[in-house]
């Protein structure tokens, strides 16, 4: 095995799952090391050692990977996230849409778009207007969940971090609303929950 | 002062700066911020793509699979954040730079 083998095996070995695009990087990195090292006199040999030793440990490129915090779901994974989320959140802003001209056009009640049933296919259908933006939320959330290390006194410990940009912020928030705002209408146009007469604002 | 502890807290900086003047792999960025410092930053290679996959999920950079390489290469460009960024890092070296200045000289 090549010294960029060992050295890509051991890295693949170590880095946490959603950290691996690195070991591809490692790998074409040393490659163009070890190519220009031999454009320059080195005999192949040399020039892989020389590579992987100004590449740096594999011990100090993990350290630096988990300090900065490796996330919990793959990027491939979540790289889908934001798109179903917006399709979770669909049938939710349709149901809000149709309820607002409802409401415009001076029709006393909004009925949703399939009704307000929980019954039957109605129900599912609107099972699926409720659930979808607590979904989405889930959605928008997990990929800013993080798994770091946090020092200690003694070293380094295991923590798991939620770090939202402002732009998920925002959406959650939205989508939380619009989540709570749904289910609370569903359920109380069935009776499930009873909502204060000044809040129908039908 | 070594080039090594100097660049620790402004690395983020310097590899927006380097992105800034046109989309870099891994190992060209490296050799473009040895051959732009005089080989003051010869930093140990490897620290660079943590730095840039967290440049990456703050939004300041993007980066792709580049087609045309033999070799699976990732490409990195700068984004408008990235731009932001560095600006804002820029002022930051100038303000230090300066306090620094104004100690030594006083």
Known sequence: ?202 | MKGGEALKGHLDTLLLAVLARGDAHGYALIEALKQQSDGTFDLPEGTVYPALHRLERQGFVRSSWEKESPRKRRVYAITRQGRAALSSGRAEWAGFVRAVSAVIDA
């Open chain 1, 1 to 202: 095995m090549s010294a960029i083998d060992r050295y890509v095996s051991e890295l693949s070995a170590r880095l946490p799952v959603s950290a691996h695009r690195l070991v591809h990087e490692a790998r074409d990195h040393l490659a163009e090391a070890r190519d220009r090292f031999v454009r320059e006199g080195l005999d192949p040999d040399e020039a892989e050692a020389r590579a992987v030793t100004e590449l740096g440990d594999v011990s100090d490129l993990v350290a630096a990977v988990r300090r900065d915090g490796s996330p919990v779901l793959s990027p491939v994974v979540t790289k889908w996230m934001p798109r179903l989320a917006f399709v979770c959140v669909l049938p939710a802003l349709a149901f809000l849409m149709v309820n607002v001209i409802e409401w415009l056009a001076g029709n006393d009640g909004g009925t949703g778009v399939f009704g307000s049933s929980l019954e039957g296919w109605t129900g599912i259908l609107n099972g699926v207007v409720g659930v979808g933006p607590f979904v989405a939320l889930v959605l928008i959330l997990a990929p800013a969940v993080r798994v770091e290390a946090i020092r200690t006194e003694t070293g380094f410990d295991t923590g798991v971090h939620v770090r939202l940009s402002w732009r998920q912020t925002v959406l959650a928030i939205v989508t939380g609303i619009l989540a709570l705002g749904v289910a609370l209408y569903l359920l109380s146009e069935n009776g499930v929950v009873m909502l204060p007469e000044s809040w129908d604002i039908w």
